[in-house]
């Protein structure tokens, strides 16, 4: 095992280096980057922050706007999308008259909302909330959004807009008065704001002063039909104590406890639950740099990524999110004859058909996208991701062990996906859209697949398909190899390809690479010496691709780095470039997809479960490190 380093030698050496790579990379991109950092040179963070129940997901800006808002599922329309439209996404805002300063936070340990608002005449607190609780033996979760508008000091007038709109913004909805509420109609299913603030004067658009609490209920569906006032306060009473004893049932070392639960509960509300599916993000087409065309809709649930989140959730303790998803892979993999998609809709929806919108996008960066492409993709490394996440149902004891007649029918039609797949080349995680290589990526997954096979054979004490997963692995072997740069004393990015990739960090994660061993070490700083960027980031990659070069780095990569220095021993470095990673989250501690190795800005869809989910895994790797220095 390698021995630690200081703190000071180990940073100082690497950002020289870095920023050396770093160098050589805007040198060869030209004058064209050059002019792209000059406009970049200001940090950029996400100004809002994310409410939500497991039913659907709320991004409230610090100006009390909800900016983004689908329903009645997570992949639907916006009922409010002024993030990528400000004038036909709509709106839903509690504003003062004039200038204002505004200061955002979470109740402790719960995805609760605070806004507190201070302005010339005073100062007021909006709470916003998605109710969800304990009823009648399950958890109510109702598509309601609810906002608590409260005065702090003196008499400030508020002014509450609520426009709605559907079908991406090109229906405006007509909203009739009622005596206690507003109803907006054309969205198909009915929209109503339930509130005791003067109906006339948020349909005029006029100011109300605030001299007690109040109150502002919005429905897609079902209405609310209760007192408003006690409803909304014992609604949020049983959602705080909800949340609350969430994360009192989180096992988390006393180590980044607070970053930890705070990605918890972000991970927790990026699961639909009704399905069990995890989606990368609720937001599309933020892009991952501005101008660079990289406009993703990120809504569904990517296959590859439920190893890691499943080990997420299993580093914690949370069973039920686990069983959850894994029942969402196991009726897809039931169900799929053929090849598997390396995304699926959150009901496993296999029709995920890519379009633009005419909005004007995101600070004006076009085009908008909804659906994804990459669901027609090749991407094999998604078998051995699959047979991965079915793993613990034959290894975890949580689950309880049932005699599976299908067993293995299901083993082996993984099996031969991943024989059927072997010897040809695919786009890779990176879902690279017009050229396809033999990824060292997918080879790994392929032999940790199998190995996963093999372990579960045993289980189930079938010889035969031991014996096949086993004659897989070893081809799945000499396939990582051939990847090997023995010059360079590296594991590239593919078969044949110069190109060296993030990715092949997980070849000492996951083991194929013994991290005490040298060939471990060697791997690694090779790949540092290309890909790392100052202040801990990490590039996916830095060569070409269908959109040119990238402009920015990639999070969780930087996150996986640090797992790989923790794994080989380098446990000071690993903390050093950890906690610098924090600084990168918005505000709240939220995180986003991609960052800005020249200046920190966040960019890409947001808050990014991906990234959450690397940050919980490595403040894991590094707590056990700690306390069992033999854990790799």
């Known amino acids: 095992m390698a021995k630690s380093v200081k703190k000071k030698t180990t940073t100082n050496s690497i950002i020289a280096s870095a920023k050396k790579a770093d160098q050589a990379v805007k040198s060869a991109k030209g004058t064209e980057k050059a002019e792209k950092s000059v406009k970049r040179s200001k940090r950029h963070t996400y100004p809002f922050g994310l409410i939500g129940n497991c039913s659907y997901l709320a991004h409230i800006m610090t100006n009390t706007n909800i900016c983004w808002m ?32 505004s200061h955002q936070y979470y109740k402790e340990n719960t995805n609760i909302l605070c806004t507190e608002i201070t302005c010339s005449e005073g100062r007021y607190k909006v709470t916003d909330f998605a109710p969800r609780f304990n009823l009648y ?20 007038r508020v002014k509450v807009t609520c426009k709605p709109v559907a079908e991406y913004g090109n229906k405006q909805l007509d909203a009739y008065p009622a005596s206690n509420h507003i109803d907006y109609f054309g969205a198909g299913n009915p929209i109503r704001l339930t509130t ?40 949020l009473h049983k959602t705080q104590l909800y949340w609350g004893a969430w994360v009192k049932k989180t096992s988390i070392g006393n180590m980044y406890q607070t970053q930890v639960i705070r990605s918890a509960l972000v991970l927790k509300i990026h699961q ?224 044949d390809s110069a190109y060296l990739d993030a990715s092949t960090l997980q070849l000492i994660m996951m083991h194929y690479l013994d991290p005490a061993g040298k060939k471990a070490q060697d791997h690694l700083k090779a790949v540092e010496k290309k890909l790392e960027a100052p202040g801990g980031l990490f590039y996916r990659y830095l060569h070409e691709d269908d959109f040119g070069f990238p402009d920015t780095t990639f999070l969780i990569t930087a996150f996986w780095h640090v797992e790989a220095l923790t794994a080989v021993g380098r446990v000071e470095e690993a903390i050093v470039k950890f906690e610098k990673l924090l600084t990168y989250g918005n505000h709240l501690g939220l995180f986003s997809e991609d960052v800005d190795a020249e200046n920190g800005s966040q960019w890409g869809n947001f808050p990014q479960a991906y990234s959450h989910v690397g940050l919980m895994n490595a403040a894991y790797r590094i707590a056990q490190k700690i306390n069992n220095p033999n854990f790799f």
């Not at 599922?73 to 409010?80: L, M, N, P, T």
């Not at 999308?81 to 300063?101: C, H, N, R, W, Y």
């Not at 033996?137 to 400030?156: A, C, S, T």
């Not at 045993?458 to 031991?466: C, G, M, Y």
């Open 70 to 101: 689908c329903m009645p599922r997570f992949d639907s329309s916006f009922i409010f999308g002024g993030l990528v439209d400000q004038q036909k996404g709509g709106a839903f805002s509690i504003l003062p008259e004039g200038k204002f300063t």
């Open 137 to 156: 033996d399950r958890y109510f979760k109702p598509l309601m959004l609810i906002r608590k508008v409260e005065p702090l000091d003196g008499n400030p």
């Open 196 to 235: 005791d603030f003067s109906i006339n004067h948020i349909l005029a658009g006029e100011y109300s002063v605030l001299t007690d609490t109040k109150y502002l209920v919005l429905t897609y569906g079902s209405p609310l039909e209760a007192p408003l006032a006690s409803t909304v306060e014992d609604f």
């Open 272 to 495: 639909y639950e009704d399905t069990g599916a995890i989606i990368a993000a609720s937001t599309t087409s933020l892009p991952e740099a501005p101008g660079s065309g990289r406009n993703w809709d990120y809504r569904f649930c990517w296959l590859r990524d439920a190893y890691y989140i499943l080990l997420a959730f299993n580093n914690i303790g949370h069973f039920e999110e686990m069983e959850g998803y894994f029942n969402y892979i196991a009726n897809i993999s039931v169900k799929e004859k053929g090849r598997y998609q390396p995304l699926y809709g959150i009901a496993g929806e296999k029709n995920l058909k890519e379009r633009i919108l005419g909005l004007t996008g995101y600070l004006g960066n076009v085009p908008v996208r909804v659906g994804n492409e990459a669901s027609t993709h090749i991407q094999n490394d998604i078998y051995g991701q699959v047979m991965l996440s079915l793993l613990p149902l034959y290894t975890d004891e949580r689950f309880v062990r049932r005699e599976k007649s299908d067993s293995s029918t299901w083993i082996a039609s993984l099996l031969k996906k991943i024989d059927m797949v072997m010897d040809e080349p695919d786009a890779g995680l990176w879902e690279f859209r017009n050229f396809r290589n033999y990824h060292c990526y997918t080879y790994l997954f392929h032999w940790a697949g199998c190995l996963a096979a093999i372990k579960i054979a045993k289980r189930i004490e079938d010889k035969k398909i031991e014996r096949w997963a086993v004659a897989l692995k070893e081809r799945a072997e000499a396939k990582i190899e051939s990847c090997y740069d023995p010059k360079r004393k590296v594991y590239q990015q593919a078969t």
